[in-house]
Structure formats: structure tokens, C-alpha cells
């Protein structure tokens, strides 16, 4: 099953874009790429998912490489309330095994 | 929008004990899930469960733990002999079907002492 592998923390300054890089170079066909965030032990937060096209949606955007090995999640702009750990996943669509990297740690600093 | 619910929020028990955590997915969802995390670490991959049985557990999932949906809308964990190393946070998570985003429950927090 993929791994993902995500640098374990960054810092934003508050408005500005925060772009969280993940790689999963050994993604699977049938393997979505979902972000998630953690705000303390809270249950995981959803923020996007996607296959192999680019994603947007009211809370961010979804950058896929084309060979699928890496994603990039992009918050537009950054609030304070965005601090939180944010995980890249790996879910295999077969019911399978889902894999947690080990999380980026964002910081978005006034 | 719909939610996992999980119960209790926190449990403690004493070590050798079985404990039972529960899960309400969201109707009509099909695959489920659940995970753990311990304090300070990121979350882990347990069991996933579709069509009545289990799809892929990890090498964590050993025979002390159990899952069952017994009524069709109840999705249990359940540690047969719980140990120190299981105090943790435990996710119960549910999706629909494939490619859908998947909704995680606010946790089951179990000290075990």
C-alpha cells in the first residue's frame, strides 16, 4: 500500500497562500489522495480529495502531478484558524487499507 | 451535514478488561473504518470493514481486537483483553461509495490503567 511522506512542519503568515506538499510515489491506480487536518485530538477534518485531475472546492485547491506520485494542498489564504495538522492520505477505493503520513504541522503566524 | 457519532467519549478501564467502542456511521454509507491514535503520534490504520466483513487490517489489529456490525447501523470495536499500550484516541470513520470523502467520528479517548 502507498506511503505518503509530507515534511513535518511550515509556517504561513496570515493571508497568505499555504502550500502543503505530499508524496505518495507509490500510489496505485485505484488510490485517491485525500487531505485531512487535526486541530488538537479532534476527529479529522475533510478538506479534499481527489484521483488525477486538480481539485477546488470552498476551502481549498487539490494539485496532482500528472504521474500521481505527489499532491500539493493549497489554502488561498490563510487564517489563524487554519493552524492544525494536516494529513495527506492514501485510500485505496476497494475498502482497503488507508495509509496516515505523518502529518505536516501548519502555523500560520499573524 | 451528516455525522459519525461515537460512544463513549472518554472510557477507562482497568488492564485484562474488555471494552466495547461504539459507532453510529451514516445511514446508507458502505465501507467503515476505524483508527487509532496515541497521544503525540499521528493516526493509525486498524481495520477497514465492507459487506459484512473485514477488507484489510494492520499488523496492529491482532486477535485481541474485534469488529462487528451487529444490527446494520452499530459499527463496535471491541478489545478482548485490553492492555496498557492501548490507551489511545479511537476514530470510527464511514464513507459511501468509492471515491467519496470519508467522515471520521470525534473519537473514543480509552485509558486503560
Known amino acids: 500500500d502507498a506511503k505518503t511522506t509530507q515534511p513535518p512542519s511550515m509556517d504561513c503568515a496570515e493571508g497568505r497562500a499555504a502550500n502543503l506538499p505530499c508524496n505518495h510515489s507509490t500510489i496505485s491506480g485505484n488510490e485517491y489522495v485525500y487531505w485531512y487536518r487535526q486541530i488538537h485530538s479532534q476527529g479529522p477534518q475533510y478538506i479534499i480529495h481527489?484521483?488525477?485531475n486538480n481539485e477546488t472546492n470552498e476551502m481549498a485547491s487539490l494539485i496532482i502531478t500528472e504521474d500521481r506520485k505527489s499532491s500539493t494542498l493549497i489554502l488561498p489564504h490563510a487564517t489563524l484558524r487554519d493552524t492544525a495538522v494536516y494529513y495527506c492520505i492514501v485510500l485505496n477505493t476497494n475498502a482497503g487499507k488507508s495509509t496516515f503520513g505523518d502529518g505536516t504541522t501548519l502555523t500560520v503566524k499573524p | 451535514e451528516p455525522e459519525v457519532t461515537q460512544t463513549p467519549s472518554h472510557q477507562v478501564t482497568q488492564m485484562g478488561q474488555e471494552v466495547i467502542l461504539r459507532c453510529v456511521p451514516i445511514?446508507?454509507?458502505?465501507?467503515f473504518y476505524w483508527y487509532r491514535q496515541i497521544l503525540g503520534q499521528k493516526v493509525e490504520f486498524l481495520v477497514s470493514?465492507?459487506?459484512?466483513?473485514?477488507?484489510?487490517k494492520s499488523e496492529i489489529f491482532d486477535d485481541q481486537f474485534s469488529v462487528e456490525r451487529p444490527d446494520g447501523s452499530n459499527f463496535t470495536l471491541k478489545i478482548r483483553s485490553t492492555k496498557l499500550e492501548d490507551s489511545a484516541m479511537y476514530f470510527c470513520a464511514s464513507r459511501g461509495t468509492m471515491g467519496e470523502k470519508l467522515f471520521f467520528g470525534s473519537g473514543t479517548q480509552l485509558s486503560v490503567l
Open positions: 481527489g484521483l488525477k
Open positions: 445511514s446508507n454509507h458502505l465501507y
Open positions: 470493514f465492507y459487506n459484512n466483513e473485514i477488507s484489510e
